[in-house]
T-cell receptor, first 112, second 109 residues
Framework: SQTIHQWPATLVQPVGSPLSLECTVE??????LYWYRQAAGRGLQLLFY??????ISSEVPQNLSASRPQDRQFILSSKKLLLSDSGFYLC???????????FGSGTRLTVV | QKEVEQNSGPLSVPEGAIASLNCTYS??????FFWYRQYSGKSPELIMS????GDKEDGRFTAQLNKASQYVSLLIRDSQPSDSATYLC?????????FGKGTRLSVIA
């Protein structure tokens, strides 16, 4: 069966520090991968999605970036965090032609 | 800008009653519609999908779709306290899933 792993579960980082969040999927090949952010009192906002290795589409231009170095690995990064980067970061995967996305357990990031 | 609108709630229903959750969307080319349940502090969990007009039933859940009115709904029959959560409506067309902000449901025992 397919599983998605996301870590760390919680993170407290100072303003201006770098960020790296990792997501891996098991049990499937060539998935579509997504990074969403859920800020307090706001809905799920799509940040990046990828349909293949090295293919990244950005929905929200900001100080975040994403990379897909392997088929089932998706990484979210920042060189310098802002206070406004705080939120609940969710990785998700889907199979082309099949409905719905499956989410990882999320990373709660607090920038202080 | 593709939008998905939901009443934020809270929607309070007594245990055993029917909970009705509604959602409207702006993009007419949307093809796939989903309902997610999100417990406080947890990630969203897919509970229903619907692709064509009409009703789709799965256990205590019924999803309803009306593409002409750009309207999706979720009915939860025999509501239980464990159904208390935020319910997110999500819509997919030519772009990845767009989510509404969710409706908070509270089932009172």
């Amino acid at each position: 069966s397919q599983t998605i792993h996301q870590w760390p579960a919680t993170l407290v980082q100072p303003v201006g520090s770098p960020l790296s969040l990792e997501c891996t999927v098991e049990g499937t090949s060539n998935p579509n991968l997504y990074w969403y952010r859920q800020a307090a009192g706001r809905g799920l906002q799509l940040l990046f999605y990828s349909v293949g290795i090295g293919q990244i589409s950005s929905e929200v231009p900001q100080n975040l970036s994403a990379s897909r170095p392997q088929d089932r690995q998706f990484i979210l990064s920042s060189k310098k965090l802002l206070l406004s980067d705080s939120g609940f970061y969710l990785c998700a995967w889907s199979v082309r032609g099949a409905g719905g996305y499956t989410f990882g357990s999320g990373t709660r990031l607090t920038v202080v | 800008q593709k939008e998905v609108e939901q009443n934020s709630g809270p929607l309070s229903v007594p245990e055993g009653a029917i909970a009705s959750l509604n959602c409207t969307y702006s993009d007419r080319v949307s093809q796939s519609f989903f309902w997610y349940r999100q417990y406080s502090g947890k990630s969203p969990e897919l509970i229903m999908s619907i692709y064509s007009n009409g009703d789709k039933e799965d256990g205590r859940f019924t999803a309803q779709l009306n593409k002409a009115s750009q309207y999706v709904s979720l009915l939860i029959r025999d509501s239980q306290p464990s159904d208390s959560a935020t319910y997110l409506c999500a819509v997919e067309g030519n772009t990845p899933l767009v989510f509404g902000k969710g409706t908070r449901l509270s089932v009172i025992a």
